[in-house]
């Protein structure tokens, strides 16, 4: 597919919820073409698979939004770790969250609502070295004082405040998030709600509708140009 072809593919996945494969576009020849397998797929997708995709191109949208990420780099394969840039990858997150679970920042800007939204982690290594500090702490305590109290107590103190002074340094992503197709899978477990279908019946000619308007948008044609049997390559120039 050339470059206008994916950017069309991808938004009219987005508008319907559904997934366009190659196979379905190797019998794509012309606007009607489409329009005929959108209607089939849309009457026919599961609940629960549409409620994974909404969530994938919720998720897309917010990433072009908070992250400047381009369309056609969010695909469910795409790692996070080459989405969200490390510099600002906490206040990334923040945002990302806030804008899928709360809706614009400029309506919530209360960040602590999304307290659902998975938190990024420490590094395996400084994970260890508070581990190995708290051990330590509370190891001296206990044979200086010989109280299990005091080693208790000090094993405590030392873990509330090494993970408060190590917070700037979370910026790995939990463990099973690795890339946006888990991400979008971990929002529907989030907020079902926020992702469940609407429950709209689309007839052929609102589907053509919609069809039309991306289709000129995506591809930059003009209205009159626009036809249900215009062949993509031979008559609209789509490489």
């Given amino acids: ?19 366009l494969k190659d196979d379905d576009w190797v019998r794509v020849r012309t606007p009607g073409d489409i329009i005929d397998i959108i209607v089939g797929k849309v009457q026919s997708a599961d609940a629960a698979t549409c409620m994974s995709r909404r969530a994938f191109y919720a998720l ?9 990420r381009q369309r056609a780099e969010v695909t469910p394969d795409a790692l996070l770790e080459s989405l969200i840039s490390r510099q600002r990858r906490r206040e990334d997150w923040e945002r990302l969250g806030a804008e899928l679970l709360l809706g614009p920042l400029e309506a ?11 938190g990024l982690r420490r590094p395996g290594w400084l994970e260890s070295l508070v581990l190995g500090l708290v ?9 200086r004082w ?20 190590t917070v700037p340094w979370c910026r790995e992503f939990p463990r099973e998030l690795a890339t946006a197709g888990q ?6 477990a989030i907020a079902p709600r926020i992702f469940e279908p609407e429950g709209r019946r689309w007839r052929r000619a609102d589907v ?22 215009a062949r993509f390559v031979e008559d609209l120039g789509v490489d």
Avoid: H, N
Wanted: glycine share 12%; aromatic share 6%.
């Fill in 146 to 165: 010989r109280s299990g109290w005091a080693g208790l107590g000090m094993a405590v103190v030392t873990v509330v405040v090494g993970w408060g002074l």
């Fill in 208 to 229: 053509a509708l919609v069809v039309r308007d991306i289709t000129i948008s995506e591809l930059g044609l003009k209205p009159e140009d626009y036809r249900e049997d």
């Fill in 183 to 188: 991400l979008a899978r971990r929002l529907v």
């Fill in 135 to 143: 051990v330590a702490a509370g190891l001296g305590a206990l044979f």
């Fill in 1 to 19: 597919m050339g470059l206008d072809t994916v950017e069309l593919v991808m938004a009219l996945e987005e508008q319907f919820g559904i997934e």
């Fill in 108 to 118: 919530s800007p209360q960040l602590g609502r999304t307290s659902a939204w998975p």
């Fill in 60 to 68: 897309r949208r917010a990433l072009i939004k908070c992250c400047g």
